[in-house]
């Protein structure tokens, strides 16, 4: 059973940039997807970007530009490099693990079965 937990969210200025780490605790494979989503004030929970251990990626529209998703194999570890930071992004981010997620269905909620508790992430001046 794979673990997962956040880290790195903060209060940043518009404009800034700031870095979310997932470690991922447990035994991965090359069928594993893990995800970022985040969840506005009175907002539903959206996708923000995904990573395939084997390959392939995947961004929501509203952060493609401006955010990158990377993985750090050896240490188990998924970023998310968030660049040009609007008020908009403020948020909490969960990170979310799934096995064997086709391309296609990478953005989509219900196809990761575990989830990490969160990183708040706000953006004021």
């Known amino acids: 059973q794979l673990q997962l937990v956040e880290s790195g969210g903060a209060l940043v200025q518009p404009g800034g940039s700031l870095r979310l780490s997932c470690t991922v605790s447990g035994r991965t494979s090359n069928n594993c997807t893990v995800a970022w989503f985040r969840q506005g004030p009175g907002k539903e929970r959206e996708f923000v970007a995904a990573i395939r251990w084997s390959s392939g990626l995947a961004y929501a529209d509203s952060v493609r530009g401006r955010f990158t998703i990377s993985k750090d194999n050896a240490k188990n570890t998924v970023s998310l490099q968030m660049n040009s930071l609007k008020p908009e992004d403020t948020a909490v981010y969960y990170c979310?693990?799934?096995?064997?997620?086709?391309?296609?269905?990478?953005?989509?909620?219900?196809?990761?079965?575990?989830w990490g508790p969160g990183t708040q992430v706000t953006v004021s001046s």
């Open positions: 979310a693990t799934g096995q064997g997620i086709i391309l296609s269905s990478m953005t989509l909620r219900e196809q990761y079965r575990t």
